[in-house]
Every structure is written in C-alpha cells, then in structure tokens.
C-alpha cells in the first residue's frame, strides 16, 4: 500500500492496530493467568473483554471507510509481546512477576494511547466524525486502564522482593 495520502497513512495505522487489538485479547488472558494478584488477574480478565470492543469498533471503521478489515502485522506489539514473555518466563517471584507484568501491561497501553491519539487526529483532518467518536471511546477505556494498573502497582510493586547487592 503505496502512503501517498493522509487516508491512506490512517488506513495502514488502523490495520496496524487492528492486529495490535487482536492479538491482545490472546495475549490479556495468559498473562491474567500468570498474574498472582487476583486484583492484577482481574484487571487484565477485564481489560481483554474491553479490548475485542475496541476489535470491533475498528472493523466499524473499515466498514465506513468501505474496505474490507485487514491486519497489518504491528511490529511495535511484537516488540512489547516479547518483553512480556520474557517476564513471563524469566520471573521466580510471583511479586516480581506481577510488578513485571503491570510493566510490560503499561508499556502496551501507552503505545496504544499514541497510536489512537494519531488516528483521531487524522480521522478529524480526513473528515471521519465518526470514526473519531469510536476511536476516542477506546483511547479512554487504554486510558482507564493504564491508570487502573498504575493503582495496582502502588501495591504490587512495594511487595516485590529485594535482594541486597553483593
């Protein structure tokens, strides 16, 4: 897809994130699983239902755009799915685990503030009213739920084991 308009550019960032959305509401439940506080495990439970939400207002979108929805592969995502897994793996303590999990959870949402952020701009330049109305409920509930894990993380991180330099 040749980016020689600014339609064209929030087309190819609306595939972006449309992979990006899909692929975390696979993503939301594992870690949900690994999580060890049942207030963190809640926060994702919850967060992936709002996100197959945010799948289908984006297939919305495509619909008005009249095209068919596509996922382009969002490179940004693996990058922040592989942290995660490493924390997934890496992580002995279950603190230090959910301290690690609440980082990698914010690391995505704050790509994800960015990137709608982008889109409703574009969308209001382009002329998509309502297209700005569905992207802007979603930046609110990754908004809504960066600071609910923020709150988490006053709890979660204290609780993490230290262990004094050698």
């Known amino acids: 897809m040749a980016l020689d308009t600014l339609d064209a550019l929030f087309e190819d960032t609306l595939r972006d994130m449309y992979y990006a959305e899909k692929k975390l509401t696979k993503i939301l439940p594992k870690m949900a699983k690994k999580a060890s506080s049942a207030e963190l495990a809640d926060a994702f439970t919850s967060h992936a239902e709002e996100t197959q939400g945010h799948v289908d207002r984006i297939e919305k979108i495509f619909?008005?755009?009249?095209?068919?929805?596509?996922?382009?592969?969002?490179?940004?995502?693996?990058?922040?799915?592989?942290?995660?897994?490493?924390?997934?793996?890496?992580?002995?303590?279950?603190?230090?685990?959910?301290?690690?999990?609440?980082?990698?959870?914010?690391?995505?949402?704050?790509?994800?503030?960015?990137?709608?952020?982008?889109?409703?701009a574009w969308a209001n330049e382009i002329g998509l009213s309502d297209a700005v109305k569905l992207l802007e409920a979603s930046l609110a509930e990754e908004k809504a739920a960066d600071e609910k894990l923020s709150g988490i993380a006053t709890t979660v991180n204290p609780a993490a084991e230290r262990k004094e330099a050698a």
């Open 63 to 120: 619909g008005m755009l009249d095209k068919t929805p596509r996922a382009k592969k969002c490179e940004a995502l693996e990058g922040l799915s592989k942290e995660g897994d490493h924390v997934m793996d890496e992580a002995d303590a279950e603190s230090v685990m959910d301290a690690g999990l609440i980082a990698a959870a914010q690391a995505v949402e704050h790509y994800e503030m960015a990137r709608y952020g982008t889109l409703i």
